[in-house]
């Protein structure tokens, strides 16, 4: 009678144990809890299909490859919510309004720099940290704290280029270019003028374009009656320029295999980007694994879109961890400003305040890329790396430069 007691005493004593550890006694394990980031980015038409999809997905590989992270001894996880900000300013009013009013979001990424200035105010106003595509140097500053520019820097990434450029093309003393007519066109072409005047190119013209339009050739022509020696030109003009018989060297900001496709690969051999992309020999081994699982799971080639906005959810994320909360607004931004993080690509920061009067623009190790190649290799491969500059060197040219 004892020995059967003693039996069921045991059983009893495990199922409390078992019962308990399932209840939350005996250790209670914190349950993980969402951070919320709203997303405005075009998802229909041409800026959806080249950019705003793109970044959704190179948003949700990274959350998907961050999984649960840690701040302060409780456990997280992203939680994205995207809207259609059309690339414009009414769409990024809509998206803003919608993800803070119905999403509740602690952060936002805006796409597009008309979407992210209507976004601001809205943002500012509810204390929501905003990350924008290329905004106006007067878009920033201590009066609006909330807002950085996310994407790689454009002062430095410009300063990079037109370095190479002076030191490659010393023939060249002339520059013109073709631009969209919105304040990112605006913002580049303001920053691309400085840095020629700098290296001694005196920069003609530029023609500003609706973001829809589809017939270039007569903006190709003002141009080309210019002939300048560099152009800020993109593929869809290439053609038309080429056709008509300059002999200039292009360049652009940024670059597909299949924007490519605008023009023939005799018209692009040579053409020069000036944004870090994911592609060419000198990739940081993290890039090139995140290259291929998002071309494994979403059956394309990852592209600066897709690379740019991974980037912004890993820094984000050290960045909370540093800062040691997830709502503490001030502290996260103060953070933001001081403390230099870790990606895939390497270390980047926040900076050059010097330049925009608050130090909000995200410098990153440059690269500049040369397009050589039949378009019959594996995408990506045509992009060869011409020059590059660390964090430090490109962020202190970009102050000898634009520094006030």
Known sequence: MKKWFSVVAIVVLCLALVVGVACGGGGKEEKVKEVKWGIGTPLKGIYGKFLGIPAKQGFELAAEKIGEF?????RYKWNLMFEDNGWDAEGGTASATKLISEGGVNFMTQLGGDAGMAAQTI??????ILFTTDIPLDA???DKPHTFAGTPCVYSS????MKYISETHPEAKTGAGISEDTSTGHMIMGAIDTAADYYGIEWLSTEYFDPYTTEFYPIAAKIMNLNPDIGYIDTRQIGAMREMGWKGVSFYGVYTTDAAGYCSWDDIQGHLILFPHPHGEGLPEAITEIA????????????????????????????????????????????LETETFDTPLGPVKFGLS??????????TPTWIGEIRGTGEITPGEEF?????????EAEALALEIYGK
């Open 70 to 74: 840690t701040v302060d001894g409780q």
């Open 123 to 128: 943002c500012e106003e509810s204390g929501v």
């Open 140 to 142: 920033l500053g201590p």
């Open 158 to 161: 410009v300063a990079t280029l």
């Open 292 to 335: 291929a699982e998002y071309q494994q799971q979403f059956g394309e080639q990852f592209t600066f879109m897709s690379f740019f906005y991974a980037m912004q959810l890993y820094f984000m994320t050290d960045a909370l961890q540093k800062a040691g909360t997830v709502d503490d607004v001030d502290q996260i931004i103060a953070t």
């Open 354 to 363: 010097e330049v925009d009067g608050i130090g909000h623009q995200l410098l």
């Open 384 to 392: 060869h790396w011409a020059f590059d500059l660390s964090l430090e």
